[in-house]
């Protein structure tokens, strides 16, 4: 019986050559790219003051290693959209009358703004910023500067954590994990619709008749759009009961984000299925995509914190910019322009598999 | 005279497997078309060129008056397929696999063609029943009216009544006339010589080659083949030393009855002389059966494989 097992795995070269080379490539992918303490995390700075003081706390945060300035906002509103789109993660504000006051000794400010809906990425640079700023300014405390040196704190660091002011993971997990088992049930079930039509028998049937791919296509994935939606409205009913997370953007705008996501998701299933012999196979490959949906998505870490290649790779998941539309609504309330972007991606992604699903469904046998 | 079938030349390979070797075939409208041939001979594979699931590596045909490869959907639409192997869903019931089918050809009436289709079938009453609950026969019955339901001009059955017990076979190859005399074409592959001699021609085919056509009469006469039959107490035992015997391609007991072939008279005398002295047995020459003359074609099929 044993060996019998054995000589059938070996048999099906592709689920065999799957076993080996899908750990391997996911410790690789995995192991390089994932940081839980990320550094280098884009920052916006709207800083209306320029001194030889402001020029060094700007410099004492960029030399944390957290923060990587990116962005120079006009304004206030410039830097609002920047963070509410989730394109930086901080947003650094220092006040024109910053060096005046804090020249007079009275209490001069610097604004942290961060995005926390994610607060495992914001907790370590918040941290470190304070220290930081205050050990660079020893230096320059100088000459008439002298007495700020002994004040305990001559700047006052103000932290702003935005959409989530209580830091809650709960907050962030729940609109991710709609992400997460969404991917995880739709691609599934598409990438057995085909392979099991070949292992029954009927797909040799189905190729006899008239039917065109697009409408074997069609066919096997709209039943399921209605299933993704019930699980949606099931998953928020239960995170609005237990956990009071809403959704505080336009409904309408989170309908459809989510019927993209769901369609995207189906079509990819649908493409494995005709990529794959069997049912076996489709199932290794519908795992294959749901790991990466999980860690590179910004579900478990901070996208921002990975390495470039790995934020491109994450580019590619639906899951990473449905992640952020679902963000989006549910935490920030973010309006049509701050998540465009996200559905755009979605909706080229959907394309781009249906082409790739259309052209290798075979009409024949060969 | 209108054909339904015509394919010159078709050649399949499987890799550096040729299955199908520079096969042609033509059939009137309104025949039934026996296709024999050992297991493995590409019989399948043949079908599935014809009706458009299989691209050939060459050759041309035209089906129903359209190109093998170019008009592949409308010899689709046209054609019924019936797979070899059970092609209809299992989990759905009897009604709703036949209005599936319907729904792809798009047929107008549907209801009601899926009604009279139930009632051609008998299964009128069963009709919520799942497709898997049913029988081999008639499971084989229904995936017929399937393939009928969008009215097909031809039709290819890949032994279609394989497993099935005889008298689910005649109702089968009843309906098979039934639809014939509609004129419908019908291209048939089984094993049994019985269900060969219902057609009103047939083509051999061994290792991808054509080795016979024409009607079972034709056959037989063509064949050249000599046979002899003995009768007597103890007269099956000799099958076993006559089969190796030099000049007898085939010598197999039927009930008490033996039964001797060869293609050279001389030769076939020779060899069952030893055996015409003894007074219980009682020769006398017969006519070659279907089975002679495949048994004999295969075997000859084979030397030519070996030569090349």
Redesign the interface.
């Known amino acids: 019986m044993i060996a019998k097992e054995v000589v059938q795995l070996r048999r099906d070269r592709l689920t065999f050559a799957m076993m080996f080379v899908l750990p391997i490539a996911q410790l690789l992918l995995f192991g390089y790219a994932i940081d839980a303490d990320p550094h280098r995390l884009p920052t916006a700075i709207l800083q209306a003051d320029q001194s030889q003081i402001t020029r060094t706390i700007v410099s004492a945060l960029a030399n944390t290693g957290y923060m990587r300035f990116t962005h120079r906002p006009a304004s206030e509103a410039e830097a609002n959209a920047l963070l509410e789109s989730g394109e930086v993660q901080f947003v650094v504000t220092i006040p024109s009358d910053f060096t005046r006051r804090l020249v007079r000794g009275e209490r001069a400010q610097v604004l942290i703004d961060t995005d926390a809906t994610d607060p495992m990425a914001a907790a370590n640079p918040l941290a470190a910023a304070g220290p930081a700023i205050n050990q660079a300014l020893a230096r320059d405390f100088v000459g008439p500067l002298a007495p700020l040196r002994d004040k305990a704190e001559a700047v006052d660091l103000v932290l702003q954590r935005r959409y989530n002011p209580e830091g809650k993971s709960r907050l962030n997990i729940v609109p991710g994990l709609l992400a997460v088992i969404l991917t995880m049930t739709m691609v599934m079930m598409t990438a057995l619709a085909v392979t099991r039509e070949r292992e ?3 797909m ?8 065109r791919p697009i409408e074997v296509m069609i066919g096997k994935i709209v039943p399921y759009i209605a299933i993704g939606a019930v699980q949606v409205m099931v998953i928020l009913l239960v995170s609005w009961l237990l956990f009071g997370v809403g959704v505080q953007g336009s409904l309408t705008l989170f309908c459809l984000g989510t019927a993209l996501f769901i369609t995207a998701n189906l079509a990819i299933g649908y493409t494995i299925s005709t990529l794959t012999q069997n049912q076996l196979q489709a199932m290794q490959a519908s795992f294959f995509m749901m790991l990466p949906s999980i860690l590179l998505s910004g579900f478990m870490f901070p996208f921002r914190g990975m390495p470039q290649w790995a934020q491109w790779l994450g580019e590619i998941l639906p899951a990473t910019h449905f992640m952020r539309i679902v963000r989006g609504l549910m935490l920030k309330g973010a309006g049509f322009g701050s998540i465009s972007a996200e559905l755009a991606a979605l909706l080229a992604i959907l394309l781009i598999v249906s082409i790739v699903a259309i052209s290798r469904y075979r ?4 | 005279m209108t054909l339904a079938v015509d394919v010159h030349d078709l050649v399949k390979r499987y890799g550096k497997r040729t299955v199908v070797d520079r096969f042609s075939l033509s059939i009137e409208q309104g025949r039934i078309c026996g296709f024999l041939g050992p297991n493995g001979s590409g019989k399948t594979t043949t079908l599935r060129m014809i009706c458009g699931l299989l691209t050939p590596d060459g050759g041309t045909g035209r089906c129903l008056g359209h190109d093998l490869v170019r008009e592949r959907d409308a010899i689709k639409r046209q054609t019924g397929y019936m797979t070899q192997r059970f092609g209809l869903y299992e989990d759905l019931t009897i009604r709703e696999n036949l209005e599936f089918v319907g729904r792809v050809y798009d047929l107008d009436r549907l209801a009601e063609r899926v009604d009279q289709s139930l009632d051609r079938l008998g299964l009128a009453t069963r009709q919520h029943q799942l497709a898997g609950a049913l029988s081999g026969g008639w499971k084989q019955r229904l995936a017929l009216a399937a393939c009928v339901l969008h009215e097909p001009k031809l039709l290819l059955l890949d032994e279609p009544t394989a497993g099935v017990d005889p008298k689910a076979r005649r109702a089968f190859w009843d309906e098979i006339h039934g639809y014939a005399a509609q004129g419908i074409t019908v291209l048939v592959s089984t094993h049994y010589m019985d269900e060969a001699e219902r057609c009103h021609e047939i083509a051999y085919i061994a290792y991808g080659e054509l080795m016979a056509r024409g009607t079972a009469a034709e056959i037989v006469q063509q064949s050249g083949l000599i046979a002899f039959v003995a009768g007597g107490p103890g007269a099956d035992r000799l099958a076993v030393r006559l089969r190796d015997a030099a000049g007898v391609t085939a010598a197999a007991a039927f009930g008490a009855t033996l039964h001797v072939c060869g293609p050279d008279r001389d030769a076939l005398l020779a060899a069952i002389a030893p055996y015409r002295g003894d007074p219980s047995l009682n020769w006398e020459e017969a006519e070659p059966t279907l089975e002679d003359i495949f048994i004999h074609l295969m075997s000859k099929a084979r030397d030519n494989v070996v030569d090349a």
């Open positions: 029954r028998g009927t040799e049937n189905l190729l006899a008749m008239p039917v009409v024949t046998l060969d």
